[in-house]
Each structure stands twice: as C-alpha cells, then as structure tokens.
C-alpha cells in the first residue's frame, strides 16, 4: 500500500513537472519605443519624459540606459535621430521636451536682493546645470561636474556645518552673514571643519573622484531664511565654460 502511495505521489510530481514544461507561454508585449530626436531636446529631458525621473539622479539612470541601448559614446544627440527607448511602452508627444520656462520661485524674493547682487558670489564650480531652482521641487542649482574638480567658497564667510546630511549626504554650510547662508552638497570631498574661516575662492572641497563619470554638486543661496534662485546672485559665465543643459 505504501508502495503504491509512493508510486502516485511520484506519478503527480512527473505530471506536474511535466505540464510546466509543455504549458505555451504567451509572449510579452515588447517593452520599448521610439523618439525621433526634436530641436532643443536633450537625452536629460528625453530621460525625464519616459521615465518620469524625480530627482537628478533617476533621470541620469534613464540617460544612461538611453546611451547604451544606442549604443552612444556621449550625450550628443541631432534633430531627426532616431533613439530607441529601452523599458517603457510610453509614446512620444506631439510637442518638444524642452526645458520649462515659466517655473515660479516657491518663495517670495526677500528684500535684500539688490544689496546682495552688488557684492557678487562666485561659483562653486564649472558645469552643466541639470536641474534648476525651482525645478523638481529644487531649492538650490544642480550642477554636472567632472570628478576630481576643486569646490570652493562662493562668498567669504564662516564654516557653520560640514558633515553628513540625510538628504544630500556630504554638505557644507557656509555663513557668509548673519542673514545669508550658502550651501555646497553631494558627491564632495569635504576638506574644511566646522569653524574654519573661508574667503570667496578658497578650495572647500573636491568633486568624488572614481569610476562614474557622471557627477554633480548642489548648491544654494538662502537668505533671512528663504531659498534664492542662485542665477539672480552669479555673474553670466562664457556660454564654452558653462551652459544650460
């Protein structure tokens, strides 16, 4: 009797086995799109659209996954290419993924702008702005740097924190008068202290160096407690050394 039983249970387990193996699959839909490249588009925005990025670093993973699939070198793209879009079934829209134009400050100016603007910061680095203010609920500028590159001090001014936040990890929080504050964070060396006295241009911190190629550091102006649009504050680069992505 247990020999039999044996012999059933073994016989339904061959079954089983068996039906798992013969059972048709229905094929997947394919997982995929394409964009034919406009004017003024970029692989940041194309990235933003399809895989409805919310932060810097969720739309750079689309770029990336957009370079490869294309087997791109770089983020240059030509008006008419053809990408293809790998893991999305999104469908392209009838208008330009161009930046937006009419991103509204989330805080009232404070009044001292113009006496600021006549004391101009510098910039804490060179590169591409990525994301800015306003923009993915940006309190600040994002900026796409190469590794290795020096940070340094926007404005003179006192060490207030250098450390680990939660959510930029490696920050610095400069206080360049009793009501302004700069702040410098993400993928940076930190190489000042808390207390350390800085002068505008002085080397506060290095971009992380390492294999990524894609680096950025954030940064922001915050004054009688409210966060500025850093470009009201800069002075206008040369379009070869700084330009909108």
């Not at 293809?84 to 208008?95: A, D, F, G, R, V």
Request: one cysteine or more; proline letters at 5%; aromatic letters at 8%.
């Amino acid at each position: 009797m247990k020999i039999l039983k044996k012999i059933e249970i073994g016989l339904f387990l061959f079954l089983i086995s068996g039906c798992a193996v013969t059972i048709a699959t229905k094929p997947e839909k394919a997982h995929f799109t394409y964009h034919e490249v406009r004017k003024g588009e970029t692989l940041f925005r194309i990235s933003k659209y399809y895989y409805e990025g919310e932060t810097v670093e969720k739309i750079n993973q689309g770029v990336e996954k957009i370079m490869k699939a294309n087997n791109l070198k770089n983020e240059n793209i030509s008006v008419g290419q053809k990408l293809l879009i790998p893991e999305t079934n999104k469908q392209q829209p009838s208008y330009a993924l161009l930046p937006p134009t009419d991103i509204k400050p989330q805080t009232i100016q404070p009044p001292v702008e113009k006496i600021i603007k006549e004391s101009m910061f510098i910039w804490p680095t060179y590169g591409k702005i990525i994301c800015k203010f306003g923009e993915l609920g940006n309190k600040g500028i994002d900026l796409m740097v190469e590794p290795g590159v020096d940070v340094v001090a926007s404005n003179d001014g006192e060490v207030v924190f250098a450390g680990i936040t939660k959510k930029y990890d490696e920050t610095i929080i400069i206080k360049n008068s009793p009501s302004i504050y700069t702040v410098y964070a993400h993928d940076l060396e930190i190489k000042v202290k808390n207390g350390d006295k800085v002068k505008k241009g002085e080397i506060i911190g290095k971009v992380k160096s390492g294999t990524q190629k894609k680096r950025y550091i954030h940064f922001e102006i915050i004054i009688d407690g409210v966060n500025v649009d850093p470009l009201k504050y800069l002075p206008v680069q040369d379009e070869k050394q700084f330009f909108r992505r």
